[in-house]
């Protein structure tokens, strides 16, 4: 069935990194362009970024850009998210989602929790 | 402070109907097309309506959508205690260039 696993989640402190990997399987991930977004404990959702088919162009939110960097692998059908000079505000449960036209996003991953603090 | 505006809670009894209203403006609604998504309890969200008022598969017809100029509603008929939890309306923003969200609206079924 078509499933997203997120993973790579954890404490790290101001300032650090830390790289999400979401495995996509149960379609042709190539196919699609994908997207990250994630929830802070107890609010709502963000969106913070996708990324085309063939990696021809992505997109980030305001409030990750210049830290956050979304790529894809194709052969490997694994979605990734580099986030460096990490801050407090950037607590959340982080979601990969496929999007689909018009952008809706048809299929989302369990989450994986991130958490940076000293 | 979300882009979308929509009620912070709804609630209503077993049985009865419920609709949750979703506000935005050109850049989004206006021009783009709506989807709702409903996150249960410890649970991701998931997709229930998209294209205003297109349903996935496996999605009751008691789930509808509706979108009129700059806003759209989801309306729960024949609510069921099950229905409980949190619904997020979603569009492309064109001015940002990014998908963006309602605040969420948590349903009570009392």
Redesign the interface.
């Known amino acids: 069935q078509v499933q997203l696993v997120e993973s790579g989640g954890g404490l790290v402190k101001p300032g650090g990194s830390l790289r999400l990997s979401c495995a996509a399987s149960g379609f042709t991930f190539s196919d699609y362009y994908m997207?990250w977004?994630r929830q802070t404990p107890g609010k709502?959702?963000?969106?913070i970024s996708?990324i085309t088919t063939s990696s021809r162009y992505t997109?980030?939110?305001d409030s990750v850009k210049g830290r956050f960097t979304i790529s894809r692998d194709d052969a490997r059908t694994s979605l990734y998210l580099q986030m460096n000079s990490l801050r407090a505000e950037d607590t959340a449960v982080y979601?990969c989602a496929r999007v689909?036209s018009?952008?809706?996003?048809?299929?989302?991953?369990?989450?994986t929790m991130v958490t940076v603090s000293s | 402070q979300s882009v979308l505006t929509q009620p912070p809670s709804v609630s209503a009894a077993p049985g009865q109907k419920v609709t949750i209203s979703c506000s935005g403006s050109s850049s989004n609604i206006g021009n783009n097309d709506v989807s709702w998504y409903q996150q249960l309890p410890g649970t991701a969200p998931k997709l229930l309506i998209y294209d205003n008022n297109k349903r996935p598969s496996g999605i009751p017809d008691r789930f509808s959508g509706s979108k009129s100029g700059t806003s759209a509603t989801l309306g729960i008929t024949g609510l069921q205690t099950g229905d409980e939890a949190d619904y997020y309306c979603g569009t492309w923003d064109s001015s940002l260039s990014g998908v963006v969200f309602g605040g969420g609206t948590k349903l009570t079924v009392l």
């Open positions: 997207s977004i709502g959702l963000e969106w996708y997109n980030y939110a979601y689909h018009m952008m809706f996003l048809g299929v989302w991953g369990q989450g």
